[in-house]
């Protein structure tokens, strides 16, 4: 309230970036039947498990609700969604919640409205434009993708981007882990913060030594320390931590027991590993 009474955008664009990492996806509605003059759970098993999750789903009620207030669906003191700097501040959250309505059809959810909103919001009437949606990214042109014939060198979106730097006076020798073949690499990464630099290495391995199920990794000969060369571990955000793992930047990516999500031992629990399909010639196990 007093963010919002301040007109404080700041601060609001802090509280939604921490409240949509606690937003859970859409779920439908659950089926009843009419009894009397009410509706009923077709059974006692499911009516106690309706009633002891009844203050969560309104947790998450409330949740939705506060944030379309603080995104000024609701209330006017709220932050103007279509407005180009406040939607690149919003960047993640809008993300978030673009992942959660697209899980399912919001046709027959709990809430439908909110949901409607939300994605409404999180869409914007420029987003396509804006690149504020999370679109598949095209593929690297053939030209710019990464070369290793001998020398090392990375793709065209690795050499954008603000930590990497090429330092042809000072090439590092990298050896396949499993056989001798040798390339050189004269791509860094900077830290930004602590100013320590690593070779870059193809994320790949050695195409000849590494299999369906390892990947052969070039080491360093000198024993230096290197990165491989993925942006997910490469770009950092302004506080100088990799942009997944940084809590402000992407609070999204943090569970509401302050962990993050693949670390979280009691949200795995809810996750179904797939099973992995055997590869071509593989024996199969019965």
């Given at each position: 309230?007093?963010?919002?009474?301040?007109?404080?955008a700041d601060e609001l664009v802090r509280?939604?970036?921490?409240?949509?990492?606690?937003?859970?996806?859409?779920?439908?509605?659950?089926?009843?039947?009419?009894?009397?003059?009410?509706?009923?759970?077709?059974?006692?098993?499911?009516?106690?498990?309706?009633?002891?999750?009844?203050?969560?789903?309104?947790?998450?009620?409330?949740?939705?609700?506060?944030?379309?207030?603080?995104?000024?669906?609701?209330?006017?003191?709220?932050?103007?969604?279509?407005?180009?700097?406040?939607?690149?501040?919003?960047?993640?959250?809008?993300?978030?919640?673009?992942?959660?309505?697209?899980?399912?059809?919001?046709?027959?959810?709990?809430?439908?409205?909110?949901?409607?909103?939300?994605?409404?919001v999180a869409m914007g009437s420029r987003?396509?434009?804006?690149?504020?949606?999370?679109?598949?990214?095209?593929?690297?042109?053939?030209?710019?993708?990464?070369?290793?014939?001998?020398?090392?060198?990375?793709?065209?979106?690795?050499?954008?981007?603000?930590?990497?730097?090429?330092?042809?006076?000072?090439?590092?020798?990298?050896?396949?882990?499993?056989?001798?073949?040798?390339?050189?690499?004269?791509?860094?990464?900077?830290?930004?913060?602590?100013?320590?630099?690593?070779?870059?290495?193809?994320?790949?391995?050695?195409?000849?030594?590494?299999?369906?199920?390892?990947?052969?990794?070039?080491?360093?000969?000198?024993?230096?320390?290197?990165?491989?060369?993925?942006?997910?571990?490469?770009?950092?955000?302004?506080?100088?931590?990799?942009?997944?793992?940084?809590?402000?930047?992407?609070?999204?990516?943090?569970?509401?027991?302050?962990?993050?999500?693949?670390?979280?031992?009691?949200?795995?629990?809810?996750?179904?590993?797939?099973?992995?399909?055997?590869?071509?010639?593989?024996?199969?196990?019965?």
């Open positions: 309230e007093n963010a919002l009474e301040a007109r404080d509280f939604i970036g921490r409240l949509v990492g606690y937003l859970e996806a859409p779920r439908g509605r659950g089926r009843l039947r009419r009894v009397g003059s009410g509706f009923v759970a077709p059974n006692l098993i499911l009516a106690s498990a309706l009633s002891a999750s009844s203050s969560h789903h309104d947790e998450q009620r409330q949740l939705r609700d506060v944030i379309l207030r603080l995104l000024g669906v609701v209330d006017e003191r709220g932050l103007d969604a279509d407005d180009v700097g406040t939607r690149r501040l919003l960047n993640i959250p809008l993300k978030h919640i673009m992942r959660l309505v697209q899980m399912q059809s919001l046709d027959h959810v709990c809430l439908r409205e909110q949901w409607i909103e939300l994605r409404r987003a396509h434009l804006l690149g504020m949606v999370e679109l598949p990214r095209p593929r690297v042109p053939h030209s710019e993708q990464a070369r290793i014939d001998g020398v090392y060198e990375p793709n065209s979106r690795v050499k954008e981007c603000a930590t990497v730097i090429h330092d042809a006076a000072n090439p590092r020798v990298l050896k396949c882990s499993k056989c001798p073949h040798t390339i050189t690499s004269a791509w860094y990464f900077v830290h930004p913060k602590i100013g320590t630099s690593q070779v870059l290495v193809p994320g790949h391995g050695h195409k000849v030594c590494t299999t369906s199920s390892k990947i052969s990794p070039y080491r360093p000969v000198d024993g230096s320390l290197c990165k491989a060369d993925k942006l997910t571990i490469l770009e950092m955000c302004p506080h100088a931590i990799r942009q997944n793992r940084c809590r402000v930047c992407s609070p999204a990516a943090y569970c509401p027991h302050g962990k993050e999500r693949p670390k979280c031992q009691v949200c795995r629990l809810g996750i179904k590993k797939r099973k992995r399909e055997p590869h071509r010639g593989e024996p199969v196990t019965i």
